[in-house]
């Protein structure tokens, strides 16, 4: 009986070792694995850049580059192209189909509910087959479906809860 309460009090001992406190492998911690520390401290800053700062890529903002890519492609491979640009792909690609004479349809984060809110939800990229679903629940535009409760939302199969 000795042994026996010799041998728990070993193996409880050995119960919080991990790799950072025995010579166990980092494998061994299993899905219980401690917090990486880092000696950089927190700088109070979200990642990327600052809000309200223009992105930019070659040193232009995104409708200058959008109209250099335009003009390039027509320059050397003789193709007219459009463009669309905003803070998601499917913000820029509902953007591209609504380009007017430019063939250049920016939209900033700030002006993503006023845009996309009078479109059809029939047709609009994204939506496919949910739109049939949608429309029998009387959602005809983007901004409807913005304004229906958290509740009457679905994204599994787009018919919606009554």
């Given at each position: 009986m000795a042994q026996a309460r010799v041998r728990i009090a070993d193996l409880e001992a050995r119960l919080p070792q991990n790799s950072t406190?025995?010579?166990?492998?980092p494998s061994s911690d299993g899905l219980a694995k401690p917090a990486p520390k880092s000696?950089?401290?927190k700088?109070?800053?979200?990642?990327?850049r600052p809000t309200g700062q223009p992105g930019r890529l070659f040193?232009?903002?995104a409708v200058d580059l959008a109209q250099r890519i335009r003009l390039q492609t027509a320059?050397?491979?003789?193709?007219?192209?459009?463009?669309?640009?905003?803070?998601s792909w499917t913000t820029a690609a509902m953007a591209s189909?609504?380009?007017g004479d430019r063939g250049v349809r920016y939209v900033a984060p700030?002006?993503?509910a006023r845009f996309l809110g009078p479109l059809p939800v029939s047709g609009s990229t994204g939506f496919g087959a949910q739109a049939d679903g949608l429309s029998?629940?009387?959602?005809a535009t983007i901004g409807q479906l913005a304004e229906l409760p958290a509740g009457h939302r679905r994204t599994d199969s787009g018919a919606g809860r009554t």
């Open positions: 406190n025995s010579s166990k492998p000696l950089r401290g700088s109070g800053r979200g990642p990327g040193g232009i903002g320059a050397l491979h003789g193709l007219g192209i459009v463009v669309g640009a905003g803070p189909a609504r380009t700030s002006e993503v029998r629940l009387g959602v």
